[in-house]
């Protein structure tokens, strides 16, 4: 059962949206960070249920910090969605094999995420 989660977006606007559908559609307990070494630190001390990583950070990218916390801890859990904004950036091939556990693209109305965050629940 996905209690926390844990959303690691530099940009605000992108992070407000994500808040409010999550919130709307049954998620209260939303942590966030704006990169990665942020994200990685609020992984340990937040403990979150379910991770949404965007593949462009200022300090890295969501495939690179997917593939460090799933060496870290080594599990199934947290589980992690890798979104993104940019068409150039869809690969969930490579989404895949950092270990994420799905992906989809950034909307407006955040169907897909919703939809993912099913998937995974």
Partial sequence: MIKKILIVDD???DLLI???YLVRAGY???V???NVQEGIKKVETESPDLIILDTMLPDGNGFEICQVIRE????A?????IITGSVD???AVRARRSGADD???KTFDCAPLLEALKRIA
């Fill in 11 to 13: 940009n605000a606007t």
């Fill in 18 to 20: 994500i808040k409010r």
């Fill in 28 to 30: 209260n307990e939303i």
């Fill in 32 to 34: 966030s960070a704006g």
């Fill in 72 to 75: 870290k801890y080594n599990q």
């Fill in 77 to 81: 859990k947290p589980r992690i969605i």
């Fill in 89 to 91: 950036a869809v690969d």
């Fill in 103 to 105: 992906y989809c693209a």
